[in-house]
């Protein structure tokens, strides 16, 4: 294959369009000698027009499926890189003012700890209406101020953090809805 | 006679220098041909012991550790999410992936191999019968690292770290205390954001350390340290459950070596 390129690139423009049916044709002759051998055509009939347009676009075709196939093969679904272009948190964009679903592990009295899948969790208190509806494990939507509250102080060389992100409550999930629903 | 010393030789197993000593004064205070028949029974005995002790450093990974998690599972337990920009320690900035609207993003892959060595390592100290000591200072997680050193059969440390715990240790404790012969950290900080005192003081006593390392932590000190996110339960809870399987796997591994050991020698 490498040296029927050598060949094609030695030869002057102009005639160029010859010495590629050329090419092709022993490239055609090659497969044909390869598969069944009931080709009516001969091998040294030189294709021209429609024919070697055809001949051109179904070997493109058949080396971009192979080439397709390797490609997917080879594409690691599970690297690093991959995961993270497509998770949730890359995909959110800046943190300010999403709504995302968290779930509350932890209660102290009126304060709820709540995760929803970020590096830390946010502590809310325990709204007026439906306060007791709110237990461990119950699923509540959140609106997003930030994901680590952080703030550098004068004469600080590194920010002091909170270990804590903050986020608005702003209701129950309700399931009783959703089971009537279905 | 061959049990006798097969007994002998597992007491002084965690003190290899002394084996040999042992048996050089077997072999000069019995003079009978019976010493012979010993001396033999004794050679073979250590031959095998030392195959036992040498065998795995020679396989990359011989207990299969690498079996124990994927990326995936690192990544679905927020391994990768790092602290703020300004948190950042610049001794950290070779393991992160890199900063998406000011979150340090921690790279994994980098994560997953410092991982496997520092796992291996950890079996491998197992293997051999060393003391781990679990310490961590976050106190959201100190209820976890004890039960994780309780189902292992190792010791942690979740409180308050004395001044002279490790280099003071003959005195505080008693002359002939034995220290840790390694210090896995699941977090590297004390509560006020400073390097907790424990790993400059394994440093100072030449006790390796396996660190977790955030983007806000110190690497330097650390034997093998592991970039990683340690402030996420989840995250947390994966670090524990691995080291655990480690140390178990080990240990499982040397009583079935020794079983094999004690049924060839018998047979």
């Given amino acids: 294959m490498a040296s029927l390129c050598k060949v094609m690139f030695n030869v002057s423009p102009r005639t160029s369009l010859l010495p590629k049916h050329s090419v092709f044709a022993t490239l055609r002759s090659l497969y044909s000698s390869d598969a069944s051998g009931g080709d009516d055509k001969s091998p040294e009939r030189v294709k021209s027009g429609f024919a070697a347009a055809y001949d051109l676009h179904s070997d493109l075709r058949q080396s971009g499926d192979r080439s397709a196939a390797v490609r997917v093969s080879s594409r690691d679904e599970t690297s690093f890189t991959s995961l993270l272009r497509h998770s949730a948190l890359m995909q959110m964009g800046p943190a300010k003012d999403k709504i995302v679903i968290g779930k509350v592990f932890h209660i102290v009295n009126d304060d709820l700890y709540i995760d929803f899948g970020g590096k830390f969790h946010c502590v809310c208190k325990r709204p007026s209406t439906d306060g007791q509806k709110y237990q461990r494990g119950s699923r509540v939507r959140l609106r997003l101020e930030d994901l680590e509250l952080t703030s550098r102080f004068l004469g600080a060389t590194t920010d002091t953090t909170l270990l804590e992100a903050d986020a608005t409550l702003l209701g129950l999930i309700e399931s009783k809805e959703t089971k009537a629903k279905e | ?267």
């Avoid at chain 2, 042992?22 to 050679?43: E, L, R, W, Y």
């Avoid at chain 2, 065998?55 to 679905?76: A, C, G, H, I, V």
């Avoid at chain 2, 003071?168 to 699941?186: H, K, T």
């Fill in chain 2, 1 to 267: 006679m061959a049990a006798g010393v097969l007994t002998r030789v597992t007491q002084v197993l965690r003190g290899p220098r002394l084996v040999s000593a042992v048996f050089s004064c077997h072999g000069q205070t019995f003079s009978s041909a019976a010493a012979a028949v010993k001396s033999t029974a004794a050679a073979r005995d250590t031959a095998a012991t030392e195959k036992i002790q040498n065998f795995p450093l020679t396989q990359p990974d011989y207990f299969r550790l690498s079996e124990l998690f994927t990326m995936k599972d690192l990544f679905e337990a927020r391994v990768h999410l790092g602290h703020k920009k300004g948190c950042r320690h610049r001794l950290m900035e070779p393991y992160l992936f890199g900063s998406r609207l000011d979150v340090d993003i921690i790279d994994l892959e980098q994560t997953a191999e410092h991982l496997q060595r520092a796992l291996n390592f950890t079996a491998h100290v197992a293997y051999r019968g060393g003391i781990i000591l679990f310490v961590s200072r976050r106190r959201q997680f100190g209820h976890l690292v004890e039960t994780t050193a309780k189902e292992c059969g190792e010791y942690a440390h979740t409180r308050y770290w004395k001044g002279g715990l490790l280099t003071n240790a003959p005195i505080q404790y008693s002359p002939g205390v034995r220290l840790p012969d390694l210090i896995v950290f699941f977090s590297t900080l004390n509560n006020v954001f400073q390097q907790h005192v424990g790993i400059r003081d394994a440093a100072k006593m030449n006790i390796p350390t396996v660190g977790i390392v955030d983007s806000n932590c110190n690497p330097s000190l650390i034997t093998y340290p592991v970039p990683g996110n340690d402030d996420t339960p989840v995250a947390m809870e994966m670090y524990c459950r691995l080291f655990k399987m480690t140390v178990n796997r080990a240990k499982d591994k040397r009583r079935q070596m020794e079983l094999l050991k004690g049924i060839s020698s018998s047979v």
